[in-house]
């Protein structure tokens, strides 16, 4: 049973469905040259939000092996995609400039797109030096989300673009994540099936 949070801004509705703390596991099945990459891992995702017009996100994983070795980790911020108001916070820390923006579901109603859902970015970060930000939509209980920019540090493994697909069914959140890196075009990488946390 998901019940709304009422402190949620209302511009973060069409998203609050993630809210929560998901556990499951997944599988990495990656075609690299001739050598195919697979195993299982086990994932716990967050998502939270601090009453701004955003989610946090955080993901770590480990393989299902006998130590549970930590495998990767990730954070984040998930948002509406829209042009910036006075009203929005930042830079930095500066206060916005009269009322928020979107803040009655009337107002968000107008965000939404012609494609009948509303368009989302997602700022991603990566311990191994990879920045990513997707560009996508959500619309009812799906998100489809394709890398707008990624950037590397010199002590990064290469990583050039990736989608992901995240899908509520039945209760659990379903994802999968597509990748160009180590050479490669984009191709299969990950999924995972994941339940909410009672």
């Known amino acids: 049973m ?64 006998e130590a549970n070795t930590p495998l990767s980790a990730e954070a984040g911020y998930w948002r509406l995609h829209r042009p910036s108001q006075p009203g929005d916070p930042g830079p930095g820390m500066l206060p916005g400039d009269g009322p928020r923006p979107y803040a009655t579901a009337e107002q968000v109603e107008q965000l939404r797109a012609p494609h009948g859902g509303f368009d989302v970015e997602v700022a991603l970060i990566h311990p191994g030096g990879v920045s990513e930000l997707y560009l996508g939509r959500v619309a009812d209980a799906r998100i489809d989300l394709q890398t707008d920019a990624v950037m590397r540090s010199a002590s990064a493994k290469e990583y050039a673009a990736a989608t992901r697909l995240y899908g509520l069914v039945e209760g659990r959140l379903l994802w999968a994540w597509d990748i160009a890196a180590l050479g490669n075009d984009l191709r299969t990488h990950a999924s995972g099936t994941l339940n909410r946390d009672a």
Do not use: C, K
Request: glycine fraction near 10%; aromatic fraction near 14%; hydrophobic fraction near 35%.
């Open 2 to 65: 998901f019940s709304l949070d009422t402190s949620l801004p209302a511009e973060l509705a069409p998203l609050a469905w993630l809210i929560g703390v998901w556990d499951g596991t997944g599988v990495v099945h990656y075609q690299d040259g001739d050598r195919t990459r697979e195993h299982e891992f086990g994932q716990r995702v967050s998502f939270s939000h601090d009453g701004l017009n955003y989610l946090n996100y955080s993901s770590h994983t480990w393989l299902l092996d």
